[in-house]
């Protein structure tokens, strides 16, 4: 199973410069876990304190924004495009 990952150009410097990169994995997750094997460090750029759910990082599964899907839970498919976007907030 093979599922392209989008990071964004601000944890790029965690994966040497990629501003892309693949997991096979069930659900994100998984995901997140797997590439904190790959790229040590990214897991805590991409998750709260407790590694249970995204931080100020939007995720998004082929379009669609986790938090209206399974969140973590959500699962995964061959082919699958997840988009990791950092949140932006302003006033």
């Not at 990629?18 to 750029?45: D, H, R, T, W, Y």
């Not at 991409?46 to 998004?60: K, T, Y």
């Not at 699958?80 to 949140?87: F, G, R, V, Y």
């Amino acid at each position: 199973m093979s599922i392209v990952v989008r990071v964004p150009a601000s944890l790029s410097h965690l994966t040497g410069g990629n501003m892309e990169a693949e997991c096979a994995a069930g659900n994100i997750g998984e995901c997140i876990e797997k590439l904190e094997v790959q790229f040590p460090g990214i897991k805590s750029m991409l998750c709260d304190e407790q590694g249970s759910r995204p931080g100020f990082i939007n995720i998004f599964v082929n379009g669609e924004n986790i938090r209206y899907l399974q969140g973590m839970e959500t699962n995964l498919q061959d082919g699958d495009e997840i988009t990791m976007i950092p949140a932006i907030a302003g006033g």
